[in-house]
């Protein structure tokens, strides 16, 4: 059975920083990309950001551009998203999805086998 399991939430004041890890087990081969998502109170999932597991090429939604990364550490089925110049507006449960098949989509949630519980972070202004 696949897990994933997050880490690395909490509460930061703007213009702080915060890492989020996530680890995946039960399944560590065919991996086709890792992506973090959010969602923010009344609103829908989004996207954060994704990355390739083989090629590591990596996307970001706009708003994120310039302030967080993805990484992965293929060895360790982990992926990272480091976040800089935290936003209130980043305030928002974070959610990490594995994709095991090809999709030209990979930045969306259709492409998404597994998810993992959440992890909340909260940025106070």
């Known amino acids: 059975q696949v897990q994933l399991v997050e880490s690395g939430g909490g509460l930061v004041q703007a213009g702080g920083s915060l890492r989020l890890s996530c680890a995946v087990s039960?399944?560590?081969?065919?991996?086709?990309?890792m992506a973090w998502f959010r969602q923010a109170p009344g609103k829908e999932r989004e996207v954060v950001a994704a990355i390739t597991w083989s090629g590591g090429v990596a996307m970001y939604a706009d708003s994120v551009k310039g302030r967080f990364t993805i990484s992965r550490d293929n060895a360790k089925n982990t992926v990272h998203l480091q976040m800089n110049s935290l936003k209130p507006e980043d305030t928002g449960v974070y959610y990490c999805?594995?994709?095991?098949?090809?999709?030209?989509?990979?930045?969306?949630?259709?492409?998404?086998?597994?998810w993992g519980q959440g992890t909340q972070v909260t940025v106070s202004s």
């Open positions: 999805a594995v994709a095991y098949a090809r999709d030209s989509r990979w930045y969306t949630e259709s492409a998404y086998n597994y």
């Open positions: 039960g399944r560590t081969f065919a991996t086709y990309a």
